[in-house]
Structure formats: C-alpha cells, structure tokens
C-alpha cells in the first residue's frame, strides 16, 4: 500500500486508489488554511465568470495594488504569479551564477528548479537535536565558499522553525558581504507577519522574498502567489515569467481574500489556538515529540516505537494521511508532519496516533 507521496495534498490520487470519494479523506499532510477560502471568495469568483472570455491582466494590476497596499511597499516591488513554485522556478533563470547553497530540510522544488536549470546544489542541513537552529558563524562559513544564491524558508517547511528578523537580518548581511543572492521562501509568513523580511527585500537589491496566497487563504486549487523584491530585481523576474499565467478568477479570488481582514484575524487566532491544542495533545501520546511551530502544521518526531511510516500506514487504513518527511534531507522515517485542522479533526488525528503507538506496544 502505497502512502508516502512526495508532497502532501495528493487527496485525488489516494481516494481512486482506495475506491472512496476525496471528501471521504481526512487530509493531514497538506497545510492549508482549515478555515477555508475567505467567505467573499465565492461571489468573487461568480463576478470573474462573466470575464473568462477575454484575456487576464498579465501584469496583475489590481492585485498588485492590493498587496502593496497590505504590505506598505510600492507595485513595482511585486510580482504576482500562478503559485510560489512558478517563482522558484524562475529563481534559477533569473539570479546571477550557477552554484546554490539550500538551507535544509526544506521544500524539495528548491532543488529541482536549480539542477534543472543547471546550477550545483549543495545542502546545509539543521539539525532536528538543536531544534532546527541557524548556527550563523558556521552558515557564515560555508556561504564565503564562494555560492551565487542561497534558499531559506522561513518559517521552515517541514519544521515550522520561525527565523525571527534579527536572525534574517543578519544572514542578509552575511549574503551581502559574501555577494550571495538571498532568497527566502514566506510562504507561511502569513500567521507571523510582523517577522517578514519583504521590506529589506523591496528597499535593496540582493535578495527576495516569495509569497504564498494558496496556504493561508485556502487557494491551492487556484494557485497563486508573489514575490516582493527591488524594483529592478522584481522587473528582471517578470521578464522570465509566462504571459497570462494568472488567471481571472484566481485574481478575482485574491482580491477578495486580502480585502477580508476580519478573516485574516480570525485566521490567525484560530490557528495558533488549535496549534498549541493539537500539539498538547500530540505530546501526551508515549514516543511523539511534536516541535514548536509558528505555521498552521507541526513537524513530529517518533522517538520511539513504530516508525513514521507505520504510523501513517496505520491511520492511511482509517482514512487520515500524514505526511512522512522521511525523503527531506536530514530527516528520516522517524518524522512526520500534520496540519492543523479544526478540533474535532485535530481530536481524530490524535485518537488515530494514540490508537497506533498502543497497538505497536502490546
């Protein structure tokens, strides 16, 4: 039985796999907002119907405009793209050199844009023992070994170790020194928004930030997302991106999700309350060592007994999926991530682990 996908959220593939409908899933390897869409993202996308015979704004003008606005930059610090991993593939196109540091674990796209398009990848792995800490002196080392582009996610996926500014600040200026490119992926900044990096990104040329509007605003199926950076850096990265790749109704949608503040609160407040529950409870479970997270999902360590793997095997028979993060650098089939999902959802995860460890110890 096959459970362990290279990313989460493959819900469609499993439910033909197993015969049953994807609303009969419950779906914790992929960490979307549980809320859902923003409630006025219905009657956005209804609007944009009566628009899909014409071409979409190339240059996402509006929602340009709205970002800037919500994040205190000007439009030309923006690039709006189908998703954050069409700006990750474009990275690779559009920075200087040919040889990349990643900071990991981490998203695997990083380092299929870069070999794709060429460039050497080499990985400065965290150690989960230390709590995925970044050990600036020895990050300062390997940097001056001579890398074009360095790639940090913050907060880090799968770990969900936020990098509070100061520390941002600092790699910046270390990257700087070093003439290294910094990229760093926010694509979950939203729930920790004031420990963005976007306004040293939009002042200065040498780095960027890549934004998400998919996770916290519940658009995976839309596909959605931006970079803020300089104006000549943000006018270099659109150069490489594809015409018309964002379409009416998913700028419709965005717009629609950033004029929601009241969501955006709600959100936050929601989440960081069933984080801290969902991860109380995980820690009660013999063997589990949830890590701190500042996202709406948490990395897991098995410590002991049954190994990540056999613990997603077993709640994969009742219908619920994890995400084994075994095929992260510097993790292994001891770990495993969740999202964070409403309480009863939570409640249901944790009754499944609970059920799984107690089986695998008689």
Known sequence: MKTNFEHGGNVFAIARSLGVQPEDILDFSASINPLGPAPGVREALSRAFKSIGHYPDSDCTELREALARVHGVEPANICVANGSTELIYILPRMAPGKRALVIAPSFSEYAKALTRDGWSVDRFVLASADGFILPLERLEKSIRKGYDLLILGNPGNPTGRLYQLPEVEALLSLCRAAGCFLAIDEAFMDFCEEESAKHHAAVRDGSIVLRSLTKFHALPGLRLGYAIASAMTIARLAAFR??????????????????????????????????????????????LRPFPSAANFLLVQAVRGPSAGELAVRLHEGLILIRVCSDFPGLDDRFFRVAVRSRNENKRLVAALAAAVADAAR
């Open 242 to 287: 594809e015409p018309w790749s964002v379409n009416t109704p998913a700028q419709a949608a965005g717009l629609a999700s950033l004029a929601d503040t009241g969501y955006t609160a709600a959100t936050r407040k929601f989440v960081a309350d069933e984080r801290m529950h969902l991860s109380a409870r995980i820690a009660a479970i013999p063997g």
